[in-house]
């Protein structure tokens, strides 16, 4: 599979020997037409790769924040065709790499084959599947890599060894590691289970690591970003959408919490 713009990021970030920062917002909240502005403002507040949320109305992987913002998005009309019009939006006006971060449900009811072709030609880079079991992944991976799309699993701090082969075997562009187990949100600290499985991960894969769930402060983000290669923030950027939702200044503070957390991750 010819380098995606995932690849070609990361190869980037470890030439400047730094984690790479990396959002996630739901796609089509508050609404569709506003997400392509959002995303341009975490570009300019320092985001490398944007997570494109698909709205789904049973989020079991997500806190009570990201599940608000899917249910804003579901009630303004946005669905995984709109989202992938969206990601043209942004292709016009920016090379970030782009990760569709969905449910397999929308995706099965969109059809898989048609999804890979139609993510592709809408600029999206690669796909992470959150609820589509590693061990049951291959024919999917292989139709997602027939269109040159990433693939990126999820490694929990509850992985077996012969789970984390498969992480390592059918991922691409990245592993997303969950620092700790339950749902999506905000915590006051983080888990002591990030780092070992760090170290767990390395051992099956070259493949660039990112961590995420419960990174929200610029601390945790300075802690993270020293163990691996890349961080990524959720709930505490999706909360200022909500703060914001009504505001004209919604871009701005945007941008600014990005930057802010952004700032904490250093050359290593």
Do not use: W
């Amino acid at each position: 599979m010819s380098q995606t713009r995932i690849a070609r990021l990361f190869e980037r970030t470890r030439a400047e020997r730094r984690a790479a920062f990396i959002p996630y917002l739901t796609a089509g909240d508050p609404t569709p037409d506003r997400t392509p502005a959002l995303v341009e403002a975490m570009e300019r507040g320092g985001a490398d790769l944007i997570e494109l949320g698909v709205p789904f109305s049973d989020p079991l992987a997500d806190g009570p924040v990201i599940q608000r913002a899917a249910m804003r998005a579901l009630d303004a009309g946005t669905t995984l065709a709109g989202v992938l019009d969206i990601a043209r939006q942004i292709r016009t006006r920016s090379e970030i790499p782009l990760l569709l971060f969905t449910y397999l449900n929308p995706v099965l009811r969109y059809g898989v084959e048609k999804l890979a072709a139609d993510a592709k030609s809408a600029g999206i880079d690669g796909c992470l599947l959150t609820d589509l079991s590693v061990e049951e992944a291959e024919r999917i991976v292989s139709v997602m890599h027939a269109s040159r799309l990433d693939t990126v699993f999820l490694a929990a701090p509850t992985s077996t060894a012969r789970r984390l082969e498969l992480v390592a075997r059918y991922s691409s562009g990245f592993v997303y590691l969950v620092s700790r187990t339950g749902v999506t949100g905000e915590r006051d600290s983080l888990s002591s289970s990030a780092a070992p499985l760090v170290d767990s991960m390395r051992k099956a894969t070259d493949l660039p690591l990112a961590v995420g769930f419960g990174i929200s402060t610029p601390p945790q983000v300075e802690i993270v970003a020293r163990l691996a290669d890349g961080v990524v923030v959720g709930s505490a950027l999706v909360r200022v959408i909500e703060q914001s939702s009504g505001s004209a200044s919604l871009e701005a503070n945007l941008e600014s919490a990005t930057r802010e957390l952004r700032s904490a991750i250093r050359a290593k």
